[in-house]
């Protein structure tokens, strides 16, 4: 029996037949506006309701920004933090700021991966975590796509080292089939990409599960909503053509 990890996220569990394989680190791939940072913040926030504290390493966006982010979707994070639950590992501010200053993980320096590494352990070692975040790997190596792989490996070495079961949010353009660039896409345990795409006039939302080691899983593409309580995947629910929803 494989040990999993439930995500949580309504549907989504269902589609890899129970849940993410213990220490997976699993790539969360997309283009602009698809739902990944709500897909890591439900994930984190869903640990947390089940006892499993979890850390959030912020490349793109202010720690004081994501957690406003994730109280508008009723996730609340500032009660866990003060417990020692949870932890937002700030890789975005650089120390610089009055906000940043009450950061207690703070990289100083976010383009030295090592650093970032040194502080996202004492962090998961601090709360104890079991669930991590990174959003997004992308800014890591944006300027030096040779490098990519080594880094997820890296980043990947300290997180199924210490036991967490992971996502590796990765941006990809909007025009892009791909997951974030060859080293990374075969570096990662799991591959799981949400979409976004013009059909008569609207916008449709969807995810495929490419890959996801020590499971069987859905090979569909599912469409999903993002609501006011975050995401509902809809497994009973195939897309077989872009943008046409069916019934399976
Ligand atoms: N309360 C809400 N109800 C419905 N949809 C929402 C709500 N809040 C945000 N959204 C949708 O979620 C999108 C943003 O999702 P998210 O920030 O997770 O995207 P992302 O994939 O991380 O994008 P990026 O790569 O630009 O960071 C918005 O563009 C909007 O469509
Ligand atoms: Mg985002």
């Known amino acids: 029996m494989v040990e999993r990890v439930k995500t949580g996220i309504p549907g989504f569990d269902e589609i ?3 849940g993410i394989p213990k220490r997976n680190v699993v790539l969360l791939s997309g283009g602009p506006g698809t739902g990944k940072s709500i897909f890591g913040q439900q994930y984190l926030w869903n640990g947390l309701q089940m006892g499993e504290p979890g850390i959030l390493v912020a490349l793109e966006e202010h720690p004081v920004q994501v957690r406003i982010n994730m109280r508008q979707f009723g996730w609340d994070v500032r009660p866990y933090e003060s417990k020692g639950l ?19 993980y703070v990289v100083r320096d976010p383009t030295d991966v090592g650093l970032l ?33 080594s880094i997820v490996l890296q980043l990947k070495k300290v997180l199924s080292g210490t036991g967490t079961t992971s996502f590796l949010i990765s941006q990809v353009s909007v025009t892009e089939r791909g997951f974030g660039g060859p ?20 916008l449709i939302r969807s995810m495929i599960v490419w890959k996801m080691r020590g499971t069987r899983h859905s090979m569909r593409r599912h469409p999903f909503d993002i609501t006011d309580k975050g995401i509902i995947v809809y497994p009973d629910k195939v897309i077989r053509f872009k943008g046409r929803i069916e019934t399976a």
Do not use: C, M, W
Not at 187 to 196: K, S, T, W
């Open 183 to 202: 080293g990374v896409e075969h570096a990662a345990d799991g591959i799981v990409r949400l979409d976004l795409d013009e059909y008569n006039g609207e």
């Open 86 to 104: 949870f932890a937002i590992v700030d890789a975005f501010t650089a120390g610089i700021g009055e906000a940043a200053k009450r950061e207690r």
């Open 16 to 18: 890899l037949n129970g």
């Open 117 to 149: 590494v040194d502080v996202l352990r004492e962090a998961i070692r601090d709360v104890g975590a079991q669930r991590v975040v990174i959003d997004s790997v992308s800014t890591l190596y944006l300027t030096k796509p040779s490098v990519a792989r």
